[in-house]
């Protein structure tokens, strides 16, 4: 009994609170050294060390009994093997195990119970180390999340005790108590998640026991990935974009991207961009890409629209939108050509206009804008016109210099409009500018001087000549119409010389006119237009009349009368180249008309005479002999140049006598030249026998008159002769009666020496007059300076000019 009392002894010794009991019982930690003492066997039996000796004590029957020795030397129990309450016993506790110590001599048995105590040797622990959660954004407040419970293979104290988060703003703890003990944690959402502000968390939840020191605890790391709501909308990177676009740029020209961006993840984070208005013309202009970039489609015109909105939206998955604006301002090109429109334009223009007057106003347009439309205006051609700006765009095109129709009468005045733009469009106006006339230019003769030849007996009307007078005007400024202007010839009006056509300037004879009356006329013709007032100039016109050869020379002497005979004397002695006579005639033509030349067309005899053919001089070529005959009759033909030419015969009596009764005889003798033809000899005798007896009554009457006459008179006239009395030329139109018709001036040669004929043809009117009338039987009286040969009573027939003999045989009628 001590013995026990000894052990409850001992077990007080080694706790308290241990019963004193029959048994011993001693309490280990776990996990002791080998070898460690667990009790000392011998003193709590009571026994001694011999007696454990001889009794052999030694440990038999029970469980474990490989973890404890009994160490029968010292009497002591200690540790053989490691002691694992958690393997002893797992949660079970407290946890023992029991042996007993067998003593032999006297066998004894004594039970030995070892209580193994827990020491903290176990963490907490989770069977993961690593949680995931995830979790959406848009999860709701107070939602909970239920966490890995951890284990400890301790127990008591030294199990799980508690559950710990690291702080964090989203979630809190909340611990639980199953029904079997065990501890479990959950999270609790305290805050909004936002996974565009933190799309992940990462916390550590740690399990710790209460085991004393150390604390003993296991940890999990929760990861919690925030899911994606769409809970953000787009939004664009700029509230206005704004862009540039040149004018008439291609399709598909790239122009602005626009951007917005949504916090969101994934699907909530695709944006799709459209215009706001899908049926917005704009449309059709612009396109824009799912990404935001835009590009033209259609034709942008900056002359119909200068600057552009579009309203676009960007869309998320979610429908979530926002919206923004483009402004797309179009950039001019030079893409519009000026355009010039005529305000007024007045043509034709007077040539008279002064400088500066106003032909026309245009306006000059450009639908581009700055340089591109700013235009300037210049007149292509290098013309009297210049083009001034007044007004913004408008022009005025006006006359800089004199125009003048009669060098330019049309003008085409291009103006050129061309803007600033680079390279530069221009545009064309051509005005056809017709300048009007004025009557500022008179007719004007291409010559100042007129002459027309007109050949005499022209028919009347004959066309002369052709005035043509120019006038640059135009139309009735320029017509011109021919006036003559009043004159008068020879006393007679100019009109009834000539006439001109008004409108052709053709110049006519009104009548025939004969040279030998008018050779020329002059006058002067108006050339006059027909503007108001008219312009006229002048011109003078000379007529030249032409001589045709009209008239036939006519023979002067020797007179050729019907009855008459006129004979030259030719003395027998006269010497060869002796001057016989002059035949004298003249030609009223003039010129070539009235060159005379003379030849001897038949003689009696030809070998005794020759003509001069210039002069129309008759001598002899040879020595006159008695053998010539003296009636020599010889026939001159007088010729004038003209063409045809025109001529006259004379027949020149010649008598070949010392005396004037042989003359006479022989003339008397009614001799009749044997190259006479009959009849005419029979007129001539006849005529001879009439004349004769005419002559021989007026013989008597006049002798009877005249003796009676002249006893009155002194004045005693010899012969029986008529005489003609001399009348001065210049009285010949007076001479009254009218019998005489013609009167001719003529010059005869007058010379002292009969050899020579020295004939000078100058002014002899005062020396020799020959007066011829046809109209009677013609008598011809020739005189001599101021003594008429029939003041000579001896020899009425000689004459003081030897080699001029007149003879008159013919009785005037008178
Ligand atoms: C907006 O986005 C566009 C396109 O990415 C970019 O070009 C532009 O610079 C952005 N604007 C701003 C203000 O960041
Ligand atoms: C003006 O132009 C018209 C038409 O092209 C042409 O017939 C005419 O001859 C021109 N006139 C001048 C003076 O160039
Ligand atoms: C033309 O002549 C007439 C008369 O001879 C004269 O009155 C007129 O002034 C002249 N005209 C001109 C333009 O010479």
Redesign the pocket.
């Known amino acids: 009994m001590c013995a026990l009392a000894h052990v409850c002894v001992v077990l007080l010794l080694f706790k308290s609170i241990l019963n004193c009991d029959a048994q011993i019982r001693y309490s280990i930690q776990e996990e002791l050294k080998t070898g460690s003492l667990v009790g000392n066997i011998a003193q709590d039996l009571g026994l001694d060390l011999k007696r454990l000796r001889s009794g052999r004590a030694r440990i038999v029957t029970g469980e474990n009994i490989q973890y404890t020795q009994l160490h029968a030397d010292k009497g002591t129990l200690i540790v053989n093997e490691r002691i694992d309450r958690e393997q002893l016993c797992g949660d079970v506790t407290p946890c023992s195990f029991t042996f007993e110590i067998l003593l032999e001599n006297p066998m004894e048995l004594h039970p030995v119970t070892i209580e193994v105590l827990d020491v903290n040797d176990n963490a907490p622990t989770f069977q993961n180390n690593h949680l995931e959660f995830e979790i959406s954004e848009s999860a709701a407040l107070g939602s909970r999340f239920v966490l890995e419970s951890a284990d400890d293979a301790d127990v008591g104290q030294n199990d799980l005790q508690n559950y710990v988060l690291t702080s964090n703003e989203y979630f809190v703890l909340k611990q639980h108590v199953n029904p079997d003990g065990s501890k479990y944690a959950e999270m609790v959402l305290q805050k909004s998640l936002d996974r565009e502000e933190q799309p992940r968390l990462s916390l550590k939840l740690l399990a710790v026991d209460d085991g004393g020191v150390p604390q003993k605890s296991g940890t999990v790391i929760i990861d919690v990935t925030v899911l994606d709501a769409n809970d953000n909308a787009p939004v ?3 509230s206005v ?1 704004k862009a540039t676009v040149m004018e008439n740029a291609p399709k598909e020209t790239y122009v602005i ?3 917005a961006i949504d916090a969101d993840y994934g699907a909530n984070n695709i944006i799709t961009y459209y215009f706001s208005d899908r049926n917005s013309p704009l449309a059709d202009l612009f396109r824009i890409t799912d990404s ?1 970039a835009i590009y033209i489609k259609g034709d942008v015109d900056y002359e119909k629209v200068k600057k552009y909105e579009l309203r676009i939206d960007a869309k998320d998955q979610g429908g979530l939108t926002d919206s923004s604006k483009v402004i797309i301002e179009v950039t001019d090109v030079n893409d519009n050509a000026p355009d010039i429109s005529v305000m007024s334009f007045t043509s034709p223009v007077s040539e008279d206009s002064p400088p500066g007057t106003t032909i026309g106003i245009i306006n000059v347009k450009d639908l581009d804008s700055g340089d591109n439309g700013q235009v300037s205006c210049k007149i292509e051609q290098n013309a009297p016109f210049k083009i001034k700006s007044n007004l913004r765009n408008y022009y005025t095109l006006v006359t800089d210099s004199v125009l003048d129709r009669e060098i330019v009468s049309e003008y085409n005045i291009t103006v050129v409009a061309t803007d600033g733009g680079i390279p530069p469009l221009s545009a064309k106006k051509t005005f056809s500018l017709k300048v009007s006339d004025v009557n500022d230019n008179a007719p004007v003769f291409p010559q100042s001087l007129y002459s027309a030849f007109l050949p005499e007996n022209n028919s009347p009307g004959v066309s002369v000549l052709t005035l043509i007078a120019k006038d640059p005007d135009e139309n009735q400024n320029a017509r011109v119409s021919y006036i003559v202007e009043d004159s008068s010839i020879g006393g007679s009006p100019i009109s009834q010389y000539v006439s001109v056509n008004v409108e052709t300037g053709v110049i006519q004879a009104v009548r025939s006119f004969d040279y030998e009356q008018i050779k020329e006329l002059i006058f002067v013709v108006k050339a006059q237009d027909g503007g108001s007032p008219p312009l006229s100039s002048n011109v003078t016109v000379k007529i030249l009349i032409q001589d045709q050869n009209d008239n036939p020379p006519q023979v002067l002497y020797p007179v050729q009368t019907g009855g008459s005979v006129v004979a030259e004397m030719v003395p027998r002695s006269a010497e060869v180249g002796y001057l016989v006579t002059k035949v004298v005639a003249v030609d009223v033509d003039s010129g070539q008309n009235a060159w005379l030349s003379y030849k001897l067309q038949k003689a009696t005899d030809r070998a005794l005479f020759e003509v001069g053919l210039q002069n129309g001089e008759i001598r002899t070529i040879r020595q006159v002999t008695d053998k010539d005959a003296v009636k020599q009759r010889l026939t001159v033909i007088v010729e004038d140049n003209g063409q045809p030419s025109r001529s006259a015969t004379v027949i020149v009596n010649v008598a070949v006598a010392d005396s004037f009764p042989e003359v006479l005889s022989e003339f008397t003798d009614s001799t009749h030249d044997k190259e006479y033809n009959d009849n005419l000899t029979f007129y001539l005798v006849l005529a001879l026998a009439v004349v004769s007896f005419l002559f021989i009554t007026c013989l008597v009457v006049i002798i009877s008159v005249k003796i009676y006459r002249w006893r009155q008179s002194r004045i005693l006239y010899h012969s029986s002769l008529p005489v003609i009395p001399y009348y001065p030329p210049r009285y010949s139109d007076t001479l009254g009666t009218g019998t005489l018709q013609h009167v001719y001036n003529y010059e005869v040669c007058r010379t002292t020496d009969s050899r020579k004929s020295d004939c000078k043809f100058g002014r002899a009117a005062s020396q020799n007059v020959l007066v011829m009338d046809p109209s009677s039987t013609g008598t011809m009286q020739r005189m001599q300076g101021e003594k008429s040969i029939l003041d000579e009573p001896d020899s009425p027939l000689e004459v003081s000019c030897p080699y001029l003999t007149y003879f008159c045989v013919t009785c005037p009628l008178w």
Request: hydrophobic fraction near 25%; aromatic fraction near 24%.
């Open positions: 664009f990177n700029q974009y991207t626009v951007k935001g």
